[in-house]
Every structure is written in structure tokens, then in C-alpha cells.
């Protein structure tokens, strides 16, 4: 991640946006939503950034939620 985010300038939100979207692909949530909320400080209104942003956060919840179900299911279990 830190030598794709080393390519990217820091001002070009549809390179942020393209790189928050390999992030996600890629399992890196919590990165691809850093890298979206840096797209927008500099476009506050910016739709797609607000889209993806509204995504990353309910994929984050919903993958801690998941965790914490599979911790009541099998409180063995060690977090992920």
C-alpha cells in the first residue's frame, strides 16, 4: 500500500479514489477509507468519494460485527 500511495499526488482526488479503490479490493479497508477521506478534505461534495466513503464504513461495521459474533459463537476464537 505505501509504495502505490507514494505514487499517487496528494491533490488528485480521482487518483485517491482509484487507489482507495484497489485498497478495498484488496481487504484494506480502514486504508481505503483514510485514502477517501484525504480525497475529501480536498473535494468536501465530491459524490463518488461520499459514496465510497458511506461503503467503506459499513463493510469496517459489519466486518466487526462479524467478529464479534464469531467471538459469542466461539469465545476460544482470538480476534482477527
Do not use: S
Request: proline share 6%.
Amino acid at each position: 500500500f505505501a509504495q502505490m500511495r507514494g505514487l499517487v499526488p496528494p491533490d488528485d482526488v480521482k487518483a485517491l479514489l482509484a487507489l482507495a479503490a484497489w485498497a478495498e479490493a484488496r481487504g484494506l479497508l480502514p486504508r481505503a477509507l483514510g485514502v477517501v477521506e484525504q480525497a475529501l478534505d480536498i473535494e468536501p461534495q465530491n459524490g463518488d468519494a461520499l459514496r465510497a466513503k458511506t461503503v467503506l464504513e459499513r463493510q469496517i461495521e459489519l466486518k466487526r460485527l462479524e467478529r464479534e459474533q464469531a467471538q459469542r459463537i466461539d469465545p476460544a476464537r482470538e480476534a482477527e
